[in-house]
């Protein structure tokens, strides 16, 4: 008796548990659209977005697997006969909403949401709520809505649409907040800062992170005038060229545009077209690689920036990055020294070289600029690459990038010696990247090279007054050695 209560009790437990199970499910899968009892939380929030859903259905009710989906307000343009939606979506005889067959696939979605995204921004009327993060939130929560299917979107992009038919539902954030690395190309290495010289071609590098559901991209660069975008004379080539981990090529006019020309004071900008962001079901690296030349506006001593950033989503949000080049000079003083005073000194003539064998073809390739005493690095030979000491004895050499170089005196003044070893002249950067010009081993910095030169000694020579006054010391000593010897004889006959 006792083993048969036990049983029992034991069937009567099982029994409410499975009885309470029931319950729970019933009220889990049934739903009315005027209680407002949905919500729709986001997860994995980005910081310093805002996030927005748009009623998009209305959900009558729903009861277990049965659903009945109507227009909700503001919508009925979308679904009309030969509009973006009704591509994607079909109503039925008595208006209830659904996916047409072969239409639920993910990158239909995706083209869905985008679509009901472009024209939800656009339209009056339709149920909407913004709600925004700080940089520390990492959830989105909307509560009190009515059951319904519902798009998201957020700043970065469409994420999709969405039901509530389970009242509470948490949908992932898909996208992400791309980034933008900017970098140059130099000896097979990617760094930040490079010295060069005028005429210098400067390689860049830019790597984008695409995220899913990219939208909006467009890449903008803006050079200093110190730099000139390389371009091409062909309007097919682009001057610049993507590829991703795949080395797949997007291509020139179909995938991107170029503008060289924008209205907002940038160099250029690429606008990458909605169509082939669409196609990338996963984040990818695209690299894009272009140049410039170094032209003779870019200041000496000073950066020549270039900065590149990424707007994107649906409020021009941007990342940015830049890179900076810096090209120097020299500055010579010639000179005579009288007394403590420094004279300069004109008419003496140098080159430039790279090597202190100062060789023939290794001289710096120079040409005069438009102020006296001044001399700008060519990137081909124009000249005799001869510089000439002014009046004033100072010149300057302007666009040299970091290194050593040979200051050669090949003809000094008239009436002066000519130096007779090259002057070693090192330039270098310190920590904030201002040029440092030490000489020959000195370490200690200088603003200018000084370049002195003495005057040579004149010498005896015949015919001239140094023999004169020999000579008549000579006649003198003869005349006197007469008198001596005629005075002798005298004497001698007395």
């Known amino acids: 008796m006792k083993l048969i209560k036990k049983i029992a009790a034991i069937m009567f437990a099982f029994m409410m548990v499975v009885s309470m199970s029931c319950n729970v499910k019933a009220e889990e899968t049934e739903g009315i659209y005027g209680q407002k009892d949905g919500s729709i939380t986001i997860t994995g929030a980005l910081p310093d977005q805002t996030y927005t859903i748009y009623e998009m259905l209305k959900l009558e009710s729903f009861s277990g697997d049965n659903y009945s989906y109507t227009i909700a307000d503001g919508w009925k343009e979308f679904f009309k006969d030969g509009a973006d939606g009704a591509k994607y979506m079909q109503k039925d005889e008595n208006g209830y909403m659904s996916f047409i067959a072969g239409k639920k696939g993910d990158s239909d979605i995706r083209e869905f949401a985008q679509k009901a995204l472009a024209y939800a921004k656009k339209t009056k009327g339709i149920n909407t709520q913004n709600k925004s993060t700080n940089v520390n939130d990492t959830t989105?929560?909307?509560?009190n809505l009515p059951l319904g299917y519902y798009l998201v979107g957020s700043t970065t992009g469409a994420l999709c649409?969405?039901?509530?038919?389970?009242?509470?539902?948490?949908i992932a954030e898909k996208n992400s907040v791309p980034t933008v690395t900017k970098k140059i190309i130099e000896d097979n290495r990617l760094v930040e800062t490079n010295t060069v010289n005028y005429g210098d071609i400067v390689n860049f590098q830019v790597d984008i992170n695409i995220g899913k559901?990219?939208?909006n991209y467009v890449l903008h660069d803006k050079m200093d005038q110190g730099l000139t975008l390389n371009t091409s004379t062909s309007p097919n080539i682009s001057p610049i060229n993507f590829h991703?981990?795949?080395?797949?090529n997007p291509s020139y006019n179909t995938d991107f545009t170029v503008n060289t020309a924008p209205d907002d004071g940038c160099t250029f900008h690429v606008e990458f077209q909605e169509s082939y962001l669409n196609t990338l079901t996963e984040s990818v690296v695209l690299t894009g690689n272009y140049a410039a030349t170094v032209n003779e506006n870019a200041k000496i001593n000073e950066a020549i920036n270039n900065k590149t950033w990424l707007s994107y989503g649906d409020s021009n949000n941007k990342t940015e990055s830049k890179t900076e080049t810096y090209t120097y000079g020299i500055k010579v003083f010639k000179y005579t020294k009288n007394g403590e005073n420094k004279d300069g000194l004109k008419d003496a003539q140098f080159k430039l070289y790279t090597d202190k064998k100062c060789a023939n073809g290794d001289e710096v390739n120079l040409k005069n600029d438009t102020s006296v005493g001044?001399?700008?690095?060519?990137?081909?030979k124009t000249g005799d690459n001869i510089m000439i000491s002014p009046q004033s004895g100072r010149f300057e050499i302007k666009g040299l990038k970091?290194?050593?170089y040979y200051l050669k005196e090949i003809k000094a003044p008239t009436g002066y010696n000519k130096l007779a070893n090259p002057i070693k002249i090192t330039i270098s950067q310190d920590t904030t990247k201002n040029q440092v010009i030490t000489v020959g081993e000195d370490t200690n910095p200088v603003d200018e090279v000084g370049v002195q030169n003495k005057s040579g000694t004149l010498l005896p020579h015949t015919g001239g007054a140094g023999t004169t006054m020999i000579y008549l010391v000579g006649a003198l000593l003869v005349l006197g050695s007469g008198v001596v010897l005629a005075s002798k004889r005298k004497s001698n006959s007395k």
């Open 244 to 248: 991703d981990q795949s080395n797949k």
């Open 140 to 143: 989105v929560t909307f509560n």
């Open 402 to 404: 970091a290194g050593t």
């Open 213 to 215: 559901g990219a939208k």
């Open 161 to 170: 649409g969405l039901d509530t038919t389970h009242k509470t539902v948490e």
């Open 374 to 380: 001044t001399y700008l690095v060519a990137n081909t």
